[in-house]
């Protein structure tokens, strides 16, 4: 009855449009020629690693689509562009209704849903817009001189980091975004380039196209972490390694950027990322019916944002704008930055006042939103044209705190993701009493640095996974073998959920937690014998 509904549901929407982009979602991962057992056939070692470090498994949800069922689609008449594992589907263009309308037919697709109309055209992108900018003095007091980009720095304390030689070193930023016009030969990015650092482009809006013939916005938001031009602009994270991905189609605003975004995720997770920065979002377009509601910005709903939720549960810290409409009717966050797992940036002035345009929270669940905020009015970036000069915008106060999240990783590699994203939040300015405008506040990268007393440093080697979490988790605890353990969860306002003597069976124990527990961090602790170690874990 189930599929009689939506083919029905389906057939009314095709007939009533001209759309030719579909996502077909697809039942299941049946007669994979892949298996969890044998990860290296779909991800890198890196990724594999970036799992093993944080004990997060690999499940059928990181398998590849099913090859037969791809191939029948086509043989329907439909042009896959690309699948996506996380949402067992493909997007594909598809010439008909009636051509869709068969395909829904198929016994193995669940659905086949519109999301790009070629005949609406929105206004393409705007570049931003570029002020002058003037160079602070020099000085030798830190490792480098920043130039015009000093303020955006010195207010997180990352020149502390940077002077103690945390730099972004070894770890790997996924910027997903629009373009990256110039890239390949502005000076802010000699250093990138001549020492191998940008380690590759990927397009999934247009494989063809030529990544750095496209728009600013991705080169400008780079500049403020991957910049490296002493005395003139410094970014946060001057010796990271880059991935460059464009999802964002400038020449129109669709779902299927959403969709895109997705797969932009799922490389850079498939290529061992370790931070994703996206300053993209996305809340109306140019299809009326596309068109988000505040309802649905729950942390759940969104394309974008069900990716970004997934994303994070691989182990990657996801770093997002919280958007540019504090100061439209909207006002409020946009996809995907309304994610659970993710770390959602709002802009401040050079004194750490709310700019005016940051979108502010809550979400639609009512959490806290933004989660913190960094300097997006009058930020220092290089232009296209080469000239440096400033510009506005949570596109920009995302990737600043992208680049010191890569130096804080760099210092504490021995964290997990959430682990590196509650101690950036427990060291902000307002830790004790975040708000929907600023969040959690302006980070102390410095004080983050050097602190000791985050209840998820666990050296006696404590895991929890899945992290985040649904209803049910294990905990990894080596050095427990076969002793009889307490295991107590407490919610954030202190508490008690859960106090059970339970066993450790080689080592790991199994939990079941209530499914009416609501989102949010929670406090897991574990004692036996004269140990008492404690971790953290993210409910959905």
């Not at 704008?321 to 504090?326: I, M, P, Q, T, Y």
């Not at 959490?367 to 510009?391: E, L, W």
Request: some cysteine; proline content about 4%.
């Amino acid at each position: 009855m189930k599929r009689i509904l939506l083919a029905i549901l389906m057939a009314v929407s095709l007939n009533g449009t001209s759309q030719s982009k579909y996502f077909i979602a697809f039942a299941d991962k049946n007669n994979s020629s892949y298996t969890t057992e044998n990860p290296t056939d779909f991800l890198s070692p890196y990724a594999i690693a970036r799992r093993e470090r944080q004990g997060i498994p690999v499940t059928t949800e990181d398998l590849p689509v099913n090859k037969t069922y791809i191939d029948a689609v086509t043989a329907q008449g439909a042009t896959v562009k690309y699948a996506l594992r996380w949402f067992n589907g493909v997007v594909a263009e598809i010439p008909s209704t009636t051509i869709a309308s068969s395909i829904l037919g198929l016994d193995f697709v669940v659905s086949v849903t519109a999301i790009y109309e070629p005949s609406k055209q929105g206004a393409p992108l705007d570049d931003f817009d570029i002020s002058p900018a003037y160079h602070s003095k020099s000085t030798n007091a830190d490792r480098y001189n920043y130039g015009s980009a000093a303020q955006q720095i010195k207010m997180l304390n990352g020149h502390i980091l940077h002077n103690n030689g945390f730099t972004g070193k070894g770890i790997t930023i996924a910027v997903l975004d629009a373009g990256f016009r110039n890239v390949n030969t502005l000076s802010a990015f000699d250093s990138l380039r001549n020492s191998q650092r940008l380690v590759g482009t990927k397009d999934f809006v247009n494989p063809a196209a030529n990544i750095y013939l496209q728009h600013s916005h991705g080169t400008i938001v780079l500049s403020t972490m991957a910049g490296l031009m002493p005395n003139i602009l410094v970014g946060t994270a001057p010796h990271a390694n880059y991935w460059l991905i464009r999802t964002e189609d400038t020449n129109s605003e669709q779902l299927v950027e959403e969709y895109n975004w997705a797969a932009g995720a799922e490389f850079a997770d498939s290529i061992g990322a370790d931070i994703i920065n996206s300053s993209l979002g996305y809340t109306t377009f140019d299809v009326a019916s596309q068109n988000h509601t505040y309802s649905q910005l729950d942390g759940k709903t969104t394309p974008a944002t069900r990716a970004a939720n997934i994303a994070a549960k691989k182990g990657m810290v996801v770093v997002i704008s919280a958007g540019n409409d504090g100061d439209s009717p909207w006002r409020y966050i946009s996809a995907p930055a309304d994610a659970k797992g993710v770390l959602t940036i709002g802009a401040t002035t050079s004194t750490g006042a709310l700019a005016n345009f940051s979108s502010v929270g809550p979400s639609a669940d009512g959490r806290v939103k933004p989660d913190v905020s960094a300097m997006g009015y009058y930020t220092a970036v290089q232009n296209t044209d080469g000239s440096i000069g400033t510009a506005n915008g949570t596109s920009l106060s995302a990737p600043v705190i992208s680049g010191m999240v890569a130096c804080l990783w760099q210092a504490h590699r021995e964290y997990t993701a959430m682990e590196i994203i509650d101690l950036i939040k427990a060291n902000a300015s307002l830790s004790q009493s975040p708000n929907n405008n600023l969040g959690y506040g302006i980070p102390n990268f410095a004080s983050a640095l050097s602190t000791n007393n985050i209840t998820n440093l666990n050296k006696e080697g404590l895991t929890v996974y899945p992290n985040p979490f649904e209803s049910t988790i294990t905990l990894s605890l080596p050095s427990a073998s076969n002793n009889l353990v307490n295991v107590t969860v407490v919610a954030s306002n202190g508490q008690s959920l859960v106090n059970k003597w339970v066993y450790a069976n080689n080592g790991k124990v199994e939990l079941n937690l209530p499914r009416k527990l609501v989102s949010g961090l929670y406090l897991i602790n574990v004692t036996y014998g004269n140990t008492k170690i404690s971790t953290k874990a993210l409910k959905l």
